[in-house]
Every structure is written in C-alpha cells, then in structure tokens.
C-alpha cells in the first residue's frame, strides 16, 4: 500500500483521511447539498462515514481531507480512485472532490486541484486523469474544463466523461 504525502496550499492542509477523521466525514457527508452529485446518499451515522473512509483507504487511490489551516476544520475531500497501472497500457485513475456549501465560489478547488494534478503525474505516475461529472453538475463541468480537462463527445449512463493528459 502506497502512502501519500500532505500537500499544503494557502488556505488548506491536505492529507489522507483516516478513521480518526470520522466524525467530520459525517458531518460533512451528512449535507445532501454536498452529496448530491455524489454516487452515495447522505450519510445517517459515524459508522457510514467510517465506511467511506475505510473504502479509500482500501482503494488502490487516495482520499484527502482538505482542511482549513486557519480553523483547522474539514471542508471538503478529494483524490483519486479506480486507478489503472497495467503493464504496457496507460496509467490513469479517476478524480473526485467535493466541498462544503460554506466553501462554494470561493476557489478553494482551482487551488486544491493544482498540486494533485502534480500528485497524479509525479507520484502515482498517471498518464491521464479522468473525470465523470453528472449532466445536471454544471459547476463542475466548468470547474474542470477551466482546468483544461477535455470533454468527450458521447455521453454515457447520463454522465459527462472528461480527461487530462499530461502535455
């Protein structure tokens, strides 16, 4: 199992969630608004907020707190997951991230989603990252896409299917 190491920022410590995160997981999975495009329901108890954890710990990718440095607080995760090394094909992974509502429009993910792009080509070696965004999810569709993820032309199962490449 492959450790990650913190990231700093700003405003943000990032590091990966652990069991002891468990009781702001739940506060912030808790929120429908946060989940909403999420492919989980809004979480009802710690013991569904240990199950998330202990999913991304098991994953083959990350999942990172995203912490405010100022109140120490979680605002939000994000990382990578479904992360693909077969030999001889590309590597590539899936990024996923989500933040509280008390964050939104503030550019917390443009500055969060810089250093693990460097994350995913540097230390996890990816040769692209993919993304899925629901159709209705169009924040994040312009989030990525200022991002320089490309849009693929087909949509499938209502999702919108993005990539970046390493350039």
């Known amino acids: 199992m492959i450790h990650f190491p913190p990231v700093t920022t700003?405003?943000?410590i990032?590091?990966?969630?652990?069991l002891d995160d468990a009781e702001e997981v739940f506060k912030h999975f808790s929120d429908?608004?946060?989940t909403a495009f999420m492919?989980?329901?809004?979480c009802q108890s710690i013991a569904e907020?240990?199950?998330?954890i202990q999913f991304h710990i098991e994953d083959s990718g990350c999942r990172y707190g995203l912490f405010s440095k100022e109140s120490g607080s979680l605002i939000g995760t994000c990382g990578y997951h479904c992360w693909v090394k077969d030999e001889g094909g590309p590597s590539r992974a899936e990024i996923g991230f989500d933040l509280g509502r008390a964050y939104?429009?503030?550019g917390y993910m443009k500055e969060v989603l810089r250093p693990m792009f460097r994350l995913g080509f540097d230390v996890m070696q990816l040769d692209y990252i993919e993304a899925t965004v629901e159709e209705a999810n169009v924040?994040?569709?312009?989030?990525l896409e200022a991002c320089q993820f490309v849009r693929e032309e087909?949509?499938?199962d209502r999702l919108i299917y993005y990539k970046l490449e390493l350039v």
Do not use: K, S
């Open 49 to 52: 907020a240990e199950d998330i």
């Open 14 to 18: 990032l590091r990966e969630l652990t």
């Open 39 to 42: 492919d989980i329901e809004p």
């Open 139 to 143: 924040r994040c569709q312009r989030l």
């Open 32 to 34: 429908p608004e946060v």
């Open 154 to 156: 087909e949509l499938r």
């Open 104 to 106: 939104w429009g503030q």
């Open 10 to 12: 700003d405003r943000l």
